[in-house]
């Protein structure tokens, strides 16, 4: 609960703030998502880390839709290494936008619900780019825990132009 809690307050607090003296434009979000496609496993490419992903190895975000139409989602990661310390947590996902599915709301804490932008989706579902407003933090996700380099480079080039610092983009040891 504590970690929760420090969680919840690192993002608020580092959302509020942006690295820019000027005030960026809002994130546009992918026209549509086939939210029953979505659905599953994303193995975590890359991100800017919170506090608590500092140290992920072998990080799966999965998600499934509920009978209420939420998201019922696990993060799951090995610390340190792929032999390390196994932590699980479970936040819960609400549809944003049910227009295009592409703006959901994550709970870690109740009550607060915290953005999440899909702003990148291949055509056939098989990477996906989670942003956040401020751009403080971002996810790079696979269906496999391997991205091809180019494709990877393309979603490095899109962050940057859409104003992503991308030095601070790491990416997450997956190792099977």
């Known amino acids: ?10 993002i608020i607090i ?4 942006t690295n820019e003296s000027e005030i960026m434009k809002p994130l546009k979000t992918v026209s549509k998502v086939d939210i029953e496609r979505f659905m599953g496993d994303w193995y975590v490419i890359a ?6 992903e500092k140290s992920a190895t072998n990080a799966i ?6 009978d209420k139409g939420d998201i019922d989602a696990t993060f799951s990661f090995y610390q340190n290494s792929p032999t390390g310390k196994k932590k699980v947590y479970h936040p819960k996902g609400f549809i944003f936008n049910s227009t295009t599915n592409a703006e959901w709301r994550m709970q870690f804490l109740w009550p607060f619900k915290m953005p999440f932008l899909i702003i990148d989706l291949d055509d056939e579902y098989s990477y996906t780019v989670i942003g956040y407003p401020s751009r403080n933090y971002v996810w790079i996700m696979a ?20 104003g992503y610092d991308i030095s601070r983009i790491n990416k997450v040891p997956q190792i099977w």
Do not use: A, D, H, W
């Not at 609960?1 to 690192?10: A, E």
């Not at 269906?143 to 859409?162: A, C, D, F, M």
């Open 47 to 52: 991100n800017i880390p919170t506090f608590l």
């Open 61 to 66: 975000e999965s998600y499934q839709l509920n």
């Open 14 to 17: 580092c959302g509020c703030f």
């Open 1 to 10: 609960m504590r970690v929760t809690l420090y969680i919840l307050i690192n």
């Open 143 to 162: 269906r496999n825990p391997e991205l091809p380099e180019k494709t990877y480079q393309s979603i490095l080039k899109n962050l940057e132009y859409v």
